[in-house]
Structures are given as structure tokens and as C-alpha cells.
T-cell receptor
Framework: SQTIHQWPATLVQPVGSPLSLECTVEGTSNPNLYWYRQAAGRGLQLLFYSVGIGQISSEVPQNLSASRPQDRQFILSSKKLLLSDSGFYLC??????????FGNGTRLTVT | AQKITQTQPGMFVQEKEAVTLDCTYDTSDQSYGLFWYKQPSSGEMIFLIYQGSYDEQNATEGRYSLNFQKARKSANLVISASQLGDSAMYFCAMREGGDDKIIFGKGTRLHILP
């Protein structure tokens, strides 16, 4: 079965610093991969999704970018973090005819 | 325009009662899929149940069932015999057939009372 690995679990970064969150997938090939952000007590906002290597769709214009250098690797980045980038970031993936599986999330606090 | 609507921000239910969490969706596709997820306070997202638009039977998984009313574009989650451990945030989500996006509603926070 599919497993999503996401790290770190928590991260505290100063405003203006760079960000790199990595997500890797086990158990499936050519998955669709997703990055979501969740503000405290709120719903999930889709940030980026990817259907293959190098293919990124952006849903919300923002201070973030995503890359997919390998089939099972999805990276969320920022060159300079803003206070508003704080939140709970979730990576998720789905193979053919399978539900969306999530990683355990990264709680990012920008100070 | 919001494609997934969950109108109940919070619900309080007595233990052992059945619970219905509402979800309505908006799509012009004939082929789509609907999901429900549970998010406990730990933050993990737990897949509960899936309903395809062409599935003739309502999906069921243990105590969870999905009341799928296609004409009304609703996909309500029913939890039978609620337990204290059911207290969590619940999200409805949709994947449209011609798209790879999966979008979520704003969620319903369910509190089960002893």
C-alpha cells in the first residue's frame, strides 16, 4: 500500500529565511502528488499538484513554489518566508483507483 | 465559487447516537469521486470512505456510510453508533473526472458527548 513520508514534523523559521519541505512516496509508481496548507482550525487549501516529473500545477499565487525532480519526490519551497506562510502543510498522493493518502504533516511557524 | 460545501462548522452529539455530516458539491462533470476524511487533534488525515459518481450503491465501511444523492449533489457521511473516539474534524473532498485536482470542504468539527 502507498505510504507518504514527510518531514520535518515541526519547523520554526524566521521571516525572510528559505524553506524546503520534502515529501516522498512508497508503494506506488507515477502517483499524483499534492501539497495542501491548513490554517489553524480551518480547511485544506490546495497549493500545488503534480501528475508527473517536472509537471506542476499551481492553484494559489503565493510566496511558495513546488518541484518534482523524481517520480516519488515532491518538494515545497520558498526563497523568503512570510509570517502568513505559517500553517500545517500536508503532502498527499494518489495512485490509480486509490484514495488520497496523506503524510503526517509539517507544522511551520514563521517568527 | 466553492465546489464543496460543508454547512455545519460544529456539531455536538450524544455518544451512541447516529450522526449525519452534510456535504454538497458542485460539478458539471458526469464522472467524479467523493471522499470523506477524519482529522483527529493529532493532525493526521484518515481516509474513511469513497463514492464514485457511477456507483449505484451507497458506499459503506464499517460504521461509516455515505448517503449519496446524485440529483441533489449531496454526499452526506453517516456515522452509526457514535463513539467518543469519533470526536474530530471531518472533511468532504471531490475529484472531478476531467481533472486531477482534489479539493476539500471547510470541514465539520464533531464533538461526541459522554
Amino acid at each position: 500500500s502507498q505510504t507518504i513520508h514527510q518531514w520535518p514534523a515541526t519547523l520554526v523559521q524566521p521571516v525572510g529565511s528559505p524553506l524546503s519541505l520534502e515529501c516522498t512516496v512508497e508503494g506506488t509508481s507515477n502517483p499524483n502528488l499534492y501539497w495542501y496548507r491548513q490554517a489553524a482550525g480551518r480547511g485544506l487549501q490546495l497549493l500545488f499538484y503534480s501528475v508527473g516529473i517536472g509537471q506542476i500545477s499551481s492553484e494559489v499565487p503565493q510566496n511558495l513554489s513546488a518541484s518534482r525532480p523524481q517520480d516519488r519526490q515532491f518538494i515545497l519551497s520558498s526563497k523568503k518566508l512570510l509570517l502568513s506562510d505559517s500553517g500545517f502543510y500536508l503532502c498527499a498522493g494518489t495512485g490509480e483507483s486509490s484514495p488520497l493518502h496523506f503524510g503526517n504533516g509539517t507544522r511551520l511557524t514563521v517568527t | 465559487a466553492q465546489k464543496i460545501t460543508q454547512t455545519q462548522p460544529g456539531m455536538f452529539v450524544q455518544e451512541k447516537e447516529a450522526v449525519t455530516l452534510d456535504c454538497t458539491y458542485d460539478t458539471s462533470d458526469q464522472s467524479y469521486g467523493l471522499f470523506w476524511y477524519k482529522q483527529p487533534s493529532s493532525g493526521e488525515m484518515i481516509f474513511l470512505i469513497y463514492q464514485g459518481s457511477y456507483d449505484e450503491q451507497n458506499a459503506t465501511e464499517g460504521r461509516y456510510s455515505l448517503n449519496f444523492q446524485k440529483a441533489r449533489k449531496s454526499a452526506n457521511l453517516v456515522i452509526s453508533a457514535s463513539q467518543l473516539g469519533d470526536s474530530a474534524m471531518y472533511f468532504c473532498a471531490m475529484r472531478e473526472g476531467g481533472d486531477d485536482k482534489i479539493i476539500f470542504g471547510k470541514g465539520t468539527r464533531l464533538h461526541i458527548l459522554p
